[in-house]
């Protein structure tokens, strides 16, 4: 499969001998749309879930950051022209086509590569059994972090989403039980959204230490190459 590489700072790619740069390559050379991918993303935003996947399944792509304050991307591009919904994050192919939320964007990733083992296969009773648990993690998880990132917010209404939260990372606990992932021994798309959310803990005041069991899982996860590559990539890790 081939495989991008950095060349004074544009991602360049072999492609029948020839060498395509991007962000200045040639769109008529026919790439595989694999080539071609292009992840809008904040700086541990929820986008770092699918960047995540991206890597884990060995997908060639490209970054663009999107700027919350202005709404803009990296290339000066008004992101609400990319996402109307103006969130990250964004996944575009080549072609124009656009995919947005992040639990279709990773099983999408992952179903690019099947035998990365990112998903379930699709149709399987083990592939709804993804969905909804990355339901869950958007849902219940992602969107109760919401009232801690606004600024609006009173005490109460942070004090009240931390609680909430507390119940539903004690759900999370006796669902892990001694798994080493969500969905047992095999990581999947589903541990990127949650390793994801659980990072938001420290930047909200949520003691992760009193749920020893996600701290394990989430230590665990961080140790992983590809996910470490990610955190570097977004300027989050030396
Ligand atoms: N339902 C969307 C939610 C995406 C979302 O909440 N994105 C946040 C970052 S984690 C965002 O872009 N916030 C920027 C803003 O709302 O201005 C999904 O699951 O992808």
């Not at 700086?43 to 890597?55: T, Y």
């Not at 992040?102 to 149709?123: C, M, N, T």
């Amino acid at each position: 499969m081939p495989q991008g590489f950095w060349v004074r700072g544009e991602l360049s790619y072999r492609h029948d001998s020839r060498i395509i740069r991007q962000p200045h390559y040639d769109h008529s050379v026919d790439l595989p749309q694999e080539f071609n991918m292009k992840l809008y993303y904040s700086p541990g935003a929820c986008s770092l879930s699918p960047h995540i996947v991206l890597l884990e399944a060995g997908l060639t792509y490209t970054l663009d950051k999107v700027d919350f304050a202005t709404k803009k991307t990296s290339e000066g591009v008004d992101y609400l022209t990319v996402n109307s919904k103006g969130a990250v994050p964004t996944l575009q192919l080549d072609d124009g086509k656009r995919l947005t939320e992040g639990p279709a964007i990773v099983q999408y990733l992952a179903d690019q590569k099947p035998e990365s083992g990112l998903a379930p296969r699709a149709g399987t009773f083990e592939r709804y059994q993804l969905m909804e648990i990355l339901n869950y993690i958007t849902s219940e998880v992602h969107k109760g972090f919401a009232p801690l990132f606004n600024r609006e917010a009173s005490a109460e209404i942070k004090a009240a989403a931390i609680a909430g939260l507390g119940k539903k990372f004690d759900w999370l606990v006796g669902f892990l039980g001694n798994k080493n992932y969500l969905l047992g021994s095999t990581f999947t798309v589903a541990d990127a959204y949650l390793f994801t959310v659980l990072s938001w803990t420290g930047h909200v005041g949520i003691d992760l230490s009193k749920w020893p069991v996600l701290t394990a899982y989430h230590s665990r996860i961080a140790q992983r190459p590809k996910v470490q590559q990610a955190l570097k990539e977004e300027g989050l890790l030396k």
